[in-house]
């Protein structure tokens, strides 16, 4: 019997070893991501080591497209221009402004730091004048995400 168990152990070997899982974000899971954009969102996760990486996600909604993205680096990235409004209780030193790159393109995010790392959150809006999501529903789609990233960087 001890036999028949040992002829299996390669067979087990193989089959865990092709279900790897996907890499997860660890700021911000796609659950969350899919409940502010409103919809079933896909994602693409980057991540290096020691604790940066990128997470995006995104949805598509008729000619939108909404991207949800979380990116945490070691060093300071400029996203907002210097007159940004601040803003309180998420991380240090935190930012938010809107890009409006054309009137098919726009970018909501904020920008901050906890301990060593700093991260951006954004929301690019591409596809259509009239962008589905309102603008002050955006603003706090990145808000909220923010403040889950910045609670899981503590």
């Not at 001890?2 to 996907?22: D, G, I, N, W």
């Not at 901050?112 to 690019?124: G, P």
């Amino acid at each position: 019997m001890k036999r028949r168990h040992f002829f299996l152990l390669p067979f087990v070997l193989f089959f865990t070893s092709s279900l790897r899982a996907e890499p997860v974000c660890p700021w911000l899971t796609q659950g969350s991501a899919a409940a502010m954009l409103g919809g079933d969102v896909s994602s693409v996760i980057k991540l290096t080591p020691p604790g940066e990486g990128s997470c995006a996600f995104s949805l598509q909604q008729g000619g939108l497209t909404y991207s949800l993205e979380v990116v945490v680096e070691g060093t300071p990235r400029t996203a907002c221009p210097p007159a940004s409004q601040k803003l309180l209780g998420i991380g240090n030193e935190a930012v938010t402004c809107r890009l409006q790159r054309s009137p098919n393109d726009a970018v909501e995010m904020v920008s901050s730091r906890v301990r060593r790392l700093y991260f951006t959150v954004s929301l690019k809006t591409q596809g259509a004048a009239n962008p589905g999501i309102p603008l002050n529903k955006q603003r706090d789609i990145v808000e909220r995400a923010a403040e889950q990233v910045a609670g899981n960087l503590f």
